[in-house]
């Protein structure tokens, strides 16, 4: 757990608080992925167009699904370490 967290909790931030803090962190780097990603893979459709047969190579369902998979994905990849952040003691990770 990075020192910032556990010198919040020790001077008294409430886990939720400490929770949210991670989630936000990580989730806003999944974000900024899926943002780059969406970006990258609009201009890449003209290039792996020829290669697609039935299928549109600006396919909604695919721009749409995937970005909220990984999404769905990463919640929980944030939320575990999230939830282990709070359930640390501060004095014990301060002495450490």
Same mark, same amino acid.
């Given at each position: @757990? $990075?020192? %910032?967290?556990?010198?919040? @909790?020790?001077? +008294? !931030?409430?886990? !939720?608080?400490? %929770?949210?803090? =991670? #989630?936000?962190? +990580?989730?806003? %780097?999944?974000?900024?992925?899926?943002?780059? +990603?969406?970006?990258?893979?609009?201009? *890449?459709?003209?290039? /792996?167009?020829?290669? %697609?047969?039935? =299928?549109? !190579?600006?396919?909604?369902?695919?721009?749409? +699904?995937?970005?909220? &998979?990984? /999404?769905?994905? *990463? &919640?929980?990849?944030? #939320?575990? $370490?999230?939830?282990?952040?709070?359930?640390?003691? $501060? @004095?014990?990770?301060?002495?450490?």
């Amino acid at each position: @757990m $990075p020192i %910032l967290k556990t010198l919040r @909790m020790a001077i +008294g !931030a409430q886990q !939720a608080q400490v %929770l949210g803090q =991670v #989630l936000r962190e +990580g989730l806003v %780097l999944v974000a900024g992925g899926v943002s780059l +990603g969406l970006v990258a893979a609009a201009f *890449a459709t003209k290039l /792996v167009a020829g290669f %697609l047969f039935e =299928v549109s !190579a600006r396919d909604l369902t695919t721009f749409a +699904g995937i970005p909220l &998979l990984l /999404v769905l994905i *990463a &919640l929980p990849a944030c #939320l575990l $370490p999230a939830r282990r952040a709070t359930k640390v003691n $501060p @004095m014990t990770a301060l002495r450490q």
